[in-house]
């Protein structure tokens, strides 16, 4: 006789069923930061991700604030007026 055979004969337990809490997600509706924005986003090296990462980290400004520096001076460069963050 297996060490399982009694397991097999046991009458299962009556369980009721568990609530799952789900929470549901609106993907339609941006979170209130993103509202009146677009994204602009671009591939680059792992060298240059690391860069813009760390100086924005020791100027303690956040990647979107450096980026947004970063595409004022090449508006102004081209000759046209910065829009700003």
Do not use: W
């Not at 609530?19 to 060298?47: D, H, L, M, Q, T």
């Not at 240059?48 to 090449?74: I, K, Y």
Request: with cysteine; charged share 25%; aromatic share 6%.
């Amino acid at each position: 006789m297996s060490r399982f055979a009694k397991l097999a004969d046991r009458p299962k337990e009556a369980t009721e069923p568990r609530a799952i809490a789900v929470e549901v997600v609106n993907s339609s509706a941006p979170p209130p930061s993103r509202i009146g924005r677009k994204a602009i986003s671009g591939y680059f090296s792992p060298e240059m991700s690391l860069a813009l990462h760390t100086c924005a980290r020791r100027n303690g400004v956040s990647l979107q604030a450096l980026m947004a520096e970063a595409f004022d001076d090449v508006l102004r460069k081209y000759g046209e007026s910065p829009i700003g963050p």
